[in-house]
């Protein structure tokens, strides 16, 4: 699933190539991504994008306004397989994977000078969402709560942690506490704290809290900057939770970039958390048989449950 990092640089892509084109049309093939009805989807057409912003693990398209004085927003969660693409102005949807396409003209220029934004999803089960609501109360209905961990000072980062006694892990990856942190970057951001995914908040003491707090700012901004370096002026199409640059997420047998020990994984269900046992557990392995009596319900069961929907 797209993260932070990875949907700030969408954001960065899109905003050089949407902001003040007007949505000339959409086509939408994916039954099952177009949620809502009220207002119709084609209400969109013809508008002006005004804005673009992230919610969460969510991706915001501002227009200008519908039937009365509020903007009208688009709504896209790309889920964990969903992805986008910019081709040429009235491009033909890639098979099987085609979702949706939005053909957009540039400010004052020809069609053919705009472009056409393209979603995805690889699989043959269909999770990502798109919701066409008015007003930002409505817009407000799709925030999961969760501060944005590049703006919470350590007193709000500590508040969000251990409001509830769970999983270092559980509370990272909860959109309730924090927006935009999933699987993988939970995974750096513990590495990089040299905390186990599986202390318990209220275990934490201030040391601890504040080695998160800088490690999540640490390693969120630090990605952030590298993929956009990374593309540039052109469009993101390298989208992936698993980099070769990683230290531990989905490094699972690989040394550990800063003391070489292999790196391990805890399985549970259809989920994998990487960490090292000598940077983050103290040497000891983490059994999964043991885990999960342990944590019982606190372990997530399913990828969309860890993942925060």
């Not at 590495?191 to 599986?198: E, F, G, K």
């Not at 090292?276 to 000891?284: A, E, I, N």
């Amino acid at each position: 699933m797209p993260e932070l990092p990875d949907l700030e640089d969408y954001l960065a892509a899109l905003r050089s190539r949407l902001l003040d084109a007007t949505l000339v049309r959409s086509r939408v093939v994916g039954i099952s991504l177009l949620r809502t009805y009220d207002p119709p989807l084609d209400a969109a057409h013809g508008r002006r994008v005004t804005g673009l912003r992230r919610l969460g693990k969510r991706l915001v398209v501002e227009l200008e306004p519908y039937d009365d004085d509020e903007p009208l927003f688009l709504v896209l969660h790309l889920m964990i397989a969903g992805r986008l693409r910019w081709l040429p102005f009235g491009s033909k949807l890639p098979g099987r994977i085609g979702l949706a396409a939005f053909d957009v003209s540039a400010p004052g220029a020809p069609q053919a000078e705009g472009g056409t934004l393209v979603v995805t999803e690889a699989g043959t089960t269909r999770r990502a969402s798109l919701h066409v609501v008015r007003g930002e109360a409505g817009l407000a209905e799709h925030d999961r709560g969760g501060v944005e961990p590049l703006d919470a000072d350590l007193a709000t980062f500590r508040e969000r942690l251990t409001v509830e006694n769970r999983t270092v892990k559980r509370a990272l990856t909860d959109p309730r506490r924090f927006a935009g942190i999933g699987n993988a970057y939970s995974d750096e951001i513990l590495h990089a704290a040299r905390l186990s995914p599986v202390r318990r908040t209220h275990d934490l003491v201030d040391p601890e809290v504040a080695a998160l707090h800088a490690a999540t700012r640490v390693v969120l901004r630090g990605w952030v900057a590298r993929l956009r370096e990374a593309t540039g002026d052109r469009f993101p199409t390298e989208v992936t939770a698993f980099r070769p640059d990683f230290s531990v997420h989905g490094r699972h047998g690989q040394p550990c970039p800063d003391c070489g020990t292999e790196v391990q994984r805890i399985r549970y269900a259809s989920n994998e958390t990487n960490y090292c046992p000598r940077c983050q557990t103290g040497g000891r392995l983490l059994a999964d048989r043991s885990l999960s009596r342990l944590l019982k319900d606190d372990w997530p069961r399913t990828v969309d449950e860890l993942e925060g929907g």
